[in-house]
């Protein structure tokens, strides 16, 4: 999944935010090139949070091999912005 376009809180501005595989049995993998350190949640299908942390640097990994088969939803942000995708 690639997104390029995000609507901040004050502005619209150009990111990017690459996360794969999808769909994953184990590791995402999680590209940005966000100077900012960002909060990371998944969440299911009800809105309960499973996975919860904050990322740095440009390249990070997530062990999600412990969550049953589904639909879940990454949410990415920082102060200014946050993005939604589904996983």
Do not use: M
């Amino acid at each position: 999944v690639s997104q390029s376009r995000y609507v901040g809180l004050d502005e619209l501005y150009e990111s990017s935010l690459n996360v794969y595989p999808n769909p994953t049995h184990g590791l995402i993998s999680i590209q940005s090139n966000s100077a900012t350190k960002e909060n990371i949640s998944i969440t299911d299908t009800t809105g309960r949070i499973v996975y919860s942390s904050t990322l740095s640097g440009n390249f990070n990994s997530i062990d999600v091999s412990h969550l049953s088969g589904g639909v879940y939803y990454l949410t990415i942000g920082d102060n200014k912005s946050l993005r939604v995708i589904k996983y």
